[in-house]
């Protein structure tokens, strides 16, 4: 049982915040303050894909402020990405590339940028630490939001979580949430199910790839 008392509060609004900023950006592209408040809200989350999906965003949309804004926001972020991430954004501000609508660093969190079609590319790295902290955040906000019967967010979560662990790839994260609310007696419906057994055709794709490639190297 989560004890609420113990809920990250300033998390909370933070993500509220951030969902909040991230329709004004879809309705206002452009407006580069709605980018700049959604890219601080992000940087209060312990994940990465929030952040770099909203920088993304604002280095697709405002194109044209990058070279001269840039850093400014750059100096905000660094440290908080990978560090190939990182340096993709800053050949950015020094004008050596661009974001483009379809990007390989797109996340799920972004609502302009889109993931390129070379999956493997824009995969983000998740690390067992990395897992057990979106497990643990997801797992707080469904009770939470459970506890004040807020049906509407819960789908929501859910649904932002489903596809976190599809382009994830991010078995270990669903394995730890279906476990936690399963103790709570969850009721699982078929999106669960469905997430479910694509990550278990997705491991299975990657034994049959990682044996042939064995094979091929014999």
């Known amino acids: 049982m989560v004890d609420f008392s113990t809920i990250d509060d300033n998390k909370m609004v933070a993500r509220r915040t951030f969902r909040h900023f991230s329709r004004k950006v879809f309705a206002n592209p452009t407006h580069r303050p709605y980018h700049e408040a959604r ?35 750059f100096s905000m972020i660094q440290g908080r990405l990978h560090l190939q991430i990182e340096q993709a ?12 609508h379809s990007s390989t660093f797109a996340t799920r969190w972004s609502v302009l940028v889109t993931p390129s079609l070379n999956v493997q590319s824009h995969r983000l790295r998740i690390s067992s630490d990395d ?3 979106i497990a ?13 019967h807020d049906i ?3 789908e929501q979560i859910e649904d932002e979580f489903f596809a976190h662990c599809l382009a994830c790839n991010d078995r270990v994260a669903f394995s730890i949430v279906w476990f936690r609310l399963g103790k709570s007696n969850w009721q699982f419906d078929e999106r669960w199910r469905a997430c479910q057994k694509s990550l278990e055709q997705n491991q299975y794709a990657e034994t049959v790839d990682n044996v042939e490639t064995k ?4």
């Open 89 to 100: 954004f800053l050949n950015c501000i020094n004008k050596l590339d661009y974001i483009r």
């Open 131 to 133: 897992a057990k902290e």
């Open 39 to 73: 890219i601080k809200a992000a940087l209060q989350l312990s994940e990465r894909e929030p952040l770099q999906g909203a920088v993304a965003d604002y280095f697709y949309a405002c194109w044209y402020d990058i070279p001269y804004e840039g850093l400014e926001i």
């Open 152 to 154: 509407r967010s819960i």
């Open 136 to 148: 643990k955040n997801i797992t707080v906000e469904l009770m939470h939001a459970q506890a004040e």
């Open 215 to 218: 094979g091929t190297e014999a």
